[in-house]
């Protein structure tokens, strides 16, 4: 049962004082006042609200404003439990109008639930959307989604697709997708025009970074093939189609990372198995979102609109694809150990990281209180993106020690 000291550091606190009349009048110590809570929510997990009733109001009127929410709130609850319905929703509207104490998202959420009960849909909407500025991200999807039922029954069926797209992590506009298309863009056009010194400086030359150049592991993403400007479009198509699923999946942020990871090892991939001539494009990264789709999509199970289903449905397809036509030469000469490389660390970033806009089957099943730890999860995660960045290191060291033997060096 969600107790009513939730989030006032009840735990350690003493018993009722020797003597304690919960009929009594005057002020009370923080300290006193909790355990008085505390007792109160004790009664209510034994199932004997009315004894619950007279200690929860007995902290109302308290000077700490915490303190006295919660006797609301708790005196709501009680109330509640003994079908007096309608004073229940007053004794929780009490605790919300004190403003934002550690009962505030619960309270409203009661009032909520209240308004629903008596056909108030109207009245239910507005707590329900003072329930999502204040609610944890576990439950924001959950709340969202009423929202959306709630705006669909009382007509509103813009603000009904809004929600149920918010409840689904996929209502964020996909801006650093679009980011990273038009800073790609911008770059390669200006050095397929330019005089081929920008692109000099750009591309993965394998005797310049062996030299010390490592940048252009990364910077080769932003130049293309400047005789053709398919090889460009061909690659914003993709990332757009790749971007911005894994950015609803991810958000912005932690899909710009995710690229640029993919970035480097794809750029490593290639600098230590490829050839001489070096490789420009922004393919390995890519390939890199492309594995992050898929097993996002396929392994954690992300619950996704219809949208970005059919599009990440296609993913597998697409990776088989283009790693034949790379294999067999059919379209020229691909850079297959770049897309390989960033292919790999895609896969292995989402299998690290699961989404974390949206739901997953996952995480619709654990619970607050099961699973392991939030500090044993980070601490996995980091371990294993530490081992795919001590792999890039090993194989960057692999290339340079490769190519400063050769005879060009």
């Known amino acids: 049962m969600d107790r009513v000291t939730d989030g006032l550091n009840a735990e350690g606190h003493p018993g009722l004082p020797s003597g304690f009349d919960p009929a009594a009048r005057g002020p009370l110590d923080r300290a006193t006042a909790i355990a008085v809570l505390s007792k109160a929510d004790d009664q209510m997990e034994q199932s004997e609200p009315e004894h619950a009733l007279a200690l929860y109001s007995r902290v109302i009127g308290t000077a700490d404003r915490d303190v006295s929410a919660a006797g ?3 005196v709501g609850n009680a109330l509640y439990r003994l079908d007096r319905e309608i004073e229940a929703r007053a004794a929780w509207e009490r605790a919300t109008s004190l403003g934002e104490t550690p009962v505030a998202y619960r309270a409203w959420r009661q009032v909520a639930a209240a308004r629903v009960r008596e056909g108030d849909l109207r009245g239910a909407v507005d707590a329900y959307r003072e329930c999502e500025k204040r609610a944890p991200r576990e439950d924001r999807a959950e709340i969202a989604s009423r929202l959306g039922w709630l705006s669909k029954e ?3 069926t813009a603000a009904s697709r809004r929600y149920f797209s918010r409840s689904r992590g996929d209502s964020r506009p996909t801006f650093m997708t679009y ?3 038009a800073v790609t863009s911008v770059v390669s056009l200006a050095a397929m025009t330019g005089d081929g010194s920008l692109e000099n400086q750009l591309a993965l030359l394998p005797l310049a970074v062996a030299h010390g150049d490592y940048y252009r592991l990364l910077s080769v993403a932003l ?10 479009l061909f690659n914003m198509y993709a990332l757009w189609f ?3 699923l894994v950015e609803r999946m991810y958000g912005p942020w932690m899909t710009l990372a995710l690229y640029l990871i993919s970035g480097v090892a794809a750029g490593a991939a290639s600098f230590a198995l490829g050839s001489i001539g070096g490789s420009v494009g922004a393919s390995g990264a890519i390939f890199g979102l492309f594995g992050v789709v898929l097993v996002a999509t396929r392994f954690h199970h992300a ?3 219809a ?4 599009i990440a449905a296609q993913v597998g397809f697409l990776i088989v694809l283009n790693l034949v036509l790379g294999l067999t030469g059919i379209l020229g000469n691909i850079d297959n150990f770049g897309h390989a490389g960033g292919l790999l660390a895609g896969l292995w970033l989402g299998l690290l990281i699961p989404p974390g806009q949206v739901q997953t089957l996952g995480s619709m099943w654990q619970t607050s209180r099961s699973g392991s730890s939030p500090a044993r999860t980070i601490a996995v995660r980091a371990v294993g993106v530490g081992a795919l960045v001590a792999v890039v290191f090993a194989v960057i060291a692999y290339g340079t ?3 400063q033997a050769d005879p060009y060096f």
Do not use: E, N
């Open 307 to 310: 949208q970005s289903r059919a």
């Open 303 to 305: 619950i996704l609109d």
């Open 223 to 232: 130049v293309h093939d400047p005789t053709d400007i398919f090889h460009l």
């Open 179 to 181: 980011v990273i298309i």
């Open 242 to 244: 790749a971007g911005q």
């Open 401 to 403: 020690i490769k190519w």
């Open 72 to 74: 609301f709130f708790g």
């Open 154 to 156: 009382t007509g509103d």
